[in-house]
């Protein structure tokens, strides 16, 4: 059974559009949610993060949605760049044993 | 300077021979995590541990060991590796919290 759920699968937008990538999760003992973005042929890195005290993080263009009632968040990435493209993915962790992800949203951005 | 070390970069192996993945990591973190990638699964945990001399199983850990000789180093076991087990392994670093992990560049092998 899948902790964390992402989607969709994959996501094009042209450049300057709003990409909108979805994630779930099941464990409520969850309380760090962090996203990665790993390009092709890389490894992947740390994009931005939240913890469950706040519903919104933002860091530049990219910014978290988090509805804990709901166990849902959003990763929202505005005036999208062909530069953002990449598998982002949601993970969730519940302390130090390693984090579980999801199976990522491959976004492309179109120029 | 690459933090996380890995290699060998690229391995085949025949199916029944023992495979070792070697990371070192130069954060000075305590946890280190083994993951593999794989087309339609995303990253999945194998093994981890909190510091030397000490391992964890992870999601995953069927068919794959783990050792942790010292702070620096986290190797991953294959002893009798199978076609099952070709795929990307990353190894990651973290610290106590585990809330940032640093991964290193990967290993893609090949078991024929």
């Known amino acids: 059974q899948q902790q964390v759920r992402q989607s969709p699968q994959s996501l094009t937008v042209w450049e300057g559009e709003t990409a909108i990538l979805n994630c779930s999760y099941e464990?409520?003992?969850?309380?760090?949610f962090p996203w990665y973005w790993q390009f092709p042929r890389e490894s992947p890195a740390l994009l931005i993060a939240?913890?469950?005290?706040?519903n919104k993080k933002e860091d530049g263009r990219f910014t978290i949605f988090f509805n804990k009632r709901e166990k849902k968040l959003s990763l929202h990435i505005t005036d999208s760049q062909p530069g953002d493209s990449a598998t982002y993915f949601c993970?969730?962790?519940?302390?130090?044993?390693?984090?579980?992800f999801g199976l990522g949203t491959r976004v492309s951005v179109f120029p | 300077e690459a933090a996380v070390t890995q290699s060998p970069r690229n391995k085949v192996a025949v199916t029944g021979g023992k495979v070792t993945l070697s990371c070192n990591q130069t954060?000075?973190?305590?946890?280190m995590y083994w993951y593999r990638q794989d087309t339609g699964h995303g990253l999945r945990l194998i093994h981890y541990s909190y510091g030397a001399g000490s391992t964890e199983k992870g999601d995953i850990p069927d068919g794959y060991k783990a050792s942790r000789p010292s702070q620096e180093n986290f190797s991953l076991i294959l002893e009798l590796a199978t076609p099952s087990q070709t795929s990307v392994y990353f190894c990651?670093?973290?610290?106590?919290?585990?809330?940032?992990?640093?991964f290193g560049a990967g290993t893609r092998l090949s078991v024929l």
């Open positions: 954060n000075n973190h305590n946890n």
């Open positions: 939240i913890r469950p005290v706040s």
């Open positions: 464990d409520s003992t969850f309380d760090y």
């Open positions: 993970a969730a962790s519940n302390y130090a044993q390693g984090l579980t």
């Open positions: 990651a670093s973290g610290d106590d919290r585990g809330t940032t992990l640093y």
